[in-house]
Structure formats: C-alpha cells, structure tokens
C-alpha cells in the first residue's frame, strides 16, 4: 500500500503510523458529561467503505495527516495535512 | 575548538573493501561537517524563514517541498513542512543563523553533535541506496540538489543528491555505526572504497 504524502509524495506504509479514527470529536478538557467521554473513547463508527482516519508519516517528514482510506479495498481517497483539515 | 569524536571511529577502515573484481564502483566518506543545523519556522512563517535563510546562506530555496542547493563544504535543504537543514564544513553556523532568525520565525536547532553525515558517491550509489531505501533514486524523480526524509527501520535518514552520482546521508549519532555496517555490506559486492 501507497500513500501520497502532500510533502514527500508516494511511499510504503511502512514509513507510516496509524493514529486511529479522525471521525471522533475530543470533548472540552474540562467537560465531565460522561457518555461524550465514553464515546470518545469506545465508540468507532466501524465503516465498511470510506473512512477518515489519522497517520503520521513517522518515517519521513513526521507529518501528521488525514487520510481517507476505503476499509473494503484499501485504496486512498484522499491525504491532506492534519493541521489544515482536523476539525 | 574541540575536536570531532567519531561514532565511526572503531569500524572506519580507510582503504578498499568487498569484490575487487572491477575496482570500487562507490567511494564512502564520513565528511565530519562542523555544522549540522535545524531550522522550523512557526506555521505562516515559513516564507521569512525562507528569506532568512537566503539571507544567512546565499542560497534561495524554493518553496516546492524537499528543494535544497549543496555547493563544495556547505548545502540547505527543506526536507519536512516548514523544516530546513543547513549544513556547513565550517563549524559556528548556528550562532550565525540564530543571529538572523529571531524567535518569532521559529527555531533553529544545532544538531552538529547528533547527526553523522555519510557520502556515497560513484556509479553504483543509486543501486546501493536502492537497497536499503524504497525511493526512487533516478536522476528525474530526485534531482540533483533535491532531499527526502526516510527510513530503513527505524534508523531516520535525510538524504540529499549532491551530484549526479552522488548523495549525502545524515543519521542519527546513536545509530550511525551500526547504519555504516550495513551500508558497507550492502556497497561490498560492487567493491567499495573508504576514504
């Protein structure tokens, strides 16, 4: 598998980390409302198709980056930088 | 000045080494810069940092990702989002650029003591290279004067083409010993000289 990173453009996984689930929302550090926090951590949406997802290309320009990635083919839709798309 | 200790020092054996069949078809070096120095700009402030550096250097970097210039003893070169590399044979850059650069661009960071900085040059260092890197070393997908961060494990790599055939590498301090054995393995059956 191929990713496109905007800097360094296409390289092995292997460069990469995966850093989990970008479609999760972190709760106000200082809210106690217990089941946002429960969905922040335990709940995943579990996407059979596109999914939006956080690596960081670790071995490369330490980047870190949004990436939409298909979980039934593996093919990448789209990789944009962290800092311009997270919400 | 103190003096330059090498992490190489024990395993660096100048002279030719592997198959002598058809002479050295690489030539390696460690070329001991005196100064290694890291620069990050604050985001938005990546085009002063840019002119800083001119400013500093002489040399004018574009802004396409991985854009640098290496002349005889010194190069620059961009080589993450907002990241530079400068590197001299001389040693004091980094006061000289933390003079130029205020803490409102961003930071520079001498890293002189922390990286070891390999060259391989020759008619096989692309084929080398080849081996323990998955890029693509072919003179119009990497350029002369262009960089790319990468890995071979986990041992981080910056590599830089300085010439047609050749590159220069910097690894970390702390890996670099064991990454020079395994560059001399991999240069052995081409036969390979130690400068």
Known sequence: MLIACPYCGPRDLSEFTYQGDANRTRPNPMSNDQSAWNAYVYERVNTAGDHREFWQHSGGCRAHLVVIRSTLTHEIKSVAFARETAK | ?195
């Not at chain 2, 198959?19 to 938005?44: F, H, K, M, N, Y």
């Not at chain 2, 574009?62 to 854009?67: F, I, L, S």
């Not at chain 2, 650029?97 to 020759?122: F, M, N, P, Q, Y």
């Open chain 2, 1 to 195: 000045m103190a003096d330059i200790v090498s992490p190489l020092e024990p395993v660096y054996r100048r002279g030719a080494h592997g198959d002598r069949d058809g002479g050295s078809a690489v030539t390696l070096c460690e070329t001991r810069p005196g100064s290694i120095v890291q620069l990050a700009a604050w985001p938005g402030r990546e085009d002063a940092m840019r002119a800083a550096i001119r400013d500093a250097t002489g040399f004018s970097l574009a802004q396409a990702p991985g854009t640098g210039h290496a002349e005889e003893n010194r190069s620059a070169f961009g080589f993450a989002p907002g990241r530079w590399l400068v590197v001299d044979q001389i040693e004091g850059i980094g006061e000289t650029l933390r003079e130029k650069i205020g803490t409102d661009l961003g930071t520079v960071c001498d890293l002189s003591h922390g990286r070891t900085a390999i060259s391989i040059e020759g008619e096989k260092a692309e084929r080398v290279l080849s081996k323990l890197f998955a890029l693509d070393f072919a003179i119009d997908a990497f350029p002369v004067g262009q960089a790319k961060s990468t890995a071979h494990h986990d041992v981080f790599t910056l590599l830089q083409r300085t010439g047609a055939d050749r590159f220069e590498l910097y690894v970390y301090r702390s890996f670099a010993r064991s990454f020079w054995h395994l560059i001399c393995a991999s240069a052995e059956e081409f036969g390979y000289t130690v400068e």
